[in-house]
T-cell receptor
Framework: KQEVTQIPAALSVPEGENLVLNCSFT??????LQWFRQDPGKGLTSLLL?????REQTSGRLNASLDKSSGRSTLYIAASQPGDSATYLC???????????????FGQGTILTVHP | DTGVSQNPRHKITKRGQNVTFRCDPI?????LYWYRQTLGQGPEFLTY????????KSRLLSDRFSAERPKGSFSTLEIQRTEQGDSAMYLC???????????????FGEGSRLTVL
């Protein structure tokens, strides 16, 4: 059974800081790893998808890395802004016979607050 | 907007009533998922469809819950005889198959929030 843990549970930083969110998973037989953002009362917005054969993905100020052997992924946010305030979730589907059903196991998320 | 669409966005009902949620996935996506999220927790998997076939159901999905995707397009999630413990956000997601660029990337709707009084 896959278990996903995110550290820290909450983070409060001043605007402009670079920050790192951590995600660890117990079963390294993952198909990919996805980072999401969730605003209060809203659905999930996909930020980055890293295939299992990749080591990192970048989108704008966001960079996500994946180390399957150690069961870890990090999300790096550069030059944080108040608009980045949200809950960040990571999730990974397990491999089944070389493919995946896309059944994600989520961590509890990191609540990020960026204050002006 | 051609993203995943869910309705209603919010449903308030009395214990014992039946409720139904609808999800319209991204049109070319053949995979559809339902998740449930309670306050302060990450989403939990409920069920998964590939086209019209329901391929997996979580043990969280009691016999009061039923999901359908009759023509492989939209899906409905029905909860019969609602209980206060059913109060949660019900999230729908869709994805393409497992191959190709962006393979397996899930796209979520805005969710349907259920409050059972």
């Amino acid at each position: 059974k896959q278990e996903v843990t995110q550290i820290p549970a909450a983070l409060s930083v001043p605007e402009g800081e670079n920050l790192v969110l951590n995600c660890s998973f117990t079963d390294s037989a993952i198909y990919n790893l996805q980072w999401f953002r969730q605003d209060p009362g809203k659905g999930l917005t996909s930020l980055l998808l890293i295939q299992s054969s990749q080591r990192e993905q970048t989108s704008g100020r966001l960079n996500a890395s994946l180390d399957k052997s150690s069961g870890r992924s990090t999300l790096y946010i550069a030059a944080s802004q108040p608009g980045d305030s949200a809950t960040y979730l990571c999730a990974a589907p397990l491999l089944f016979g070389g493919t995946s059903y896309g059944k994600l196991t989520f961590g509890q998320g990191t609540i990020l607050t960026v204050h002006p | 907007d051609t993203g995943v669409s869910q309705n209603p966005r919010h449903k308030i009902t009395k214990r014992g009533q039946n409720v139904t949620f609808r999800c319209d996935p991204i049109s070319e996506h053949n995979r559809l998922y339902w998740y449930r999220q309670t306050l302060g927790q990450g989403p939990e998997f409920l069920t998964y469809f590939q086209n019209e076939a329901q391929l997996e159901k979580s043990r969280l999905l009691s016999d009061r819950f039923s999901a359908e995707r009759p023509k492989g397009s939209f899906s409905t999630l029905e909860i019969q005889r609602t209980e206060q413990g059913d109060s949660a956000m019900y999230l729908c997601a869709s994805s393409l198959g497992p191959t190709g660029q962006g393979a397996g990337e899930l796209f979520f709707g805005e969710g349907s929030r259920l409050t059972v009084l």
